[in-house]
């Protein structure tokens, strides 16, 4: 049985962006939704989500009681996700379209490894490493312009250079990156 396993829910605080700023797991019904109302009757943006195959009975709210920003009653499947980030002044924080020319995976270092949400998003990973308590806040910098998410889902990847404003596929780096991947897992486990 895994920690997670007696999680019956948790409630994702919004940011003024709608982003997701902390997730908090409960595992007690009545604090669970408790601290739901509390923040409900405040005005508090949050998302709560419900996992029922946890809950010994289904978890029953007042009549009338609305969830503005939403309420889900699913888990869904988490992905694995890579940050790279390069220091190399000929492309760090450029455009693309700058950047192509010199651009190669070897310039790059892998700075973060986590999982997401199926239903996240590039954007949705952009606002959640660009708060000043984002994950691994002190060895890596805010993701920028010039960094590369890489992304997996059904056993395929695809990478993502950062732009000014959306993001450029960039699957022909993806060997490079996987080989800065293993030898950063390789000094990792040493």
Partial sequence: MSKHDNVI?????????????????????????????????????????????????????????????????????????????????????????????????????????????CRQTLDSLYCLHNQENRPNGRKMRSLSVSDIIVMHEDGQAHAYYVEPIGYKQVDDLLPGLEQTKKRSVAREER
């Avoid at 709210?61 to 309420?71: A, D, R, S, V």
């Avoid at 699913?74 to 790279?84: F, G, R, S």
Wanted: hydrophobic content about 30%.
């Fill in 9 to 117: 829910g948790y409630i994702e605080y919004l940011d003024c962006n709608g982003c997701v700023r902390e997730r908090i797991p409960y595992v007690d019904t009545e604090k669970f939704k408790t601290r739901i109302y509390a923040s409900l009757y405040c005005g508090e943006p949050i998302i709560p989500v419900l996992f029922p195959e946890n809950l010994s009975q289904p978890l029953l709210f007042e009549k009338g009681t609305i969830f503005p920003w939403g309420l889900r009653r699913k888990k869904y499947e988490l992905l694995p996700y890579e940050i790279y980030q390069t220091n190399n002044r000929e492309i760090a924080f450029l455009r693309y379209d700058y950047t192509k020319d010199h651009i190669n995976a070897a310039s790059y270092k892998l700075v973060y490894r986590g999982q997401m949400e």
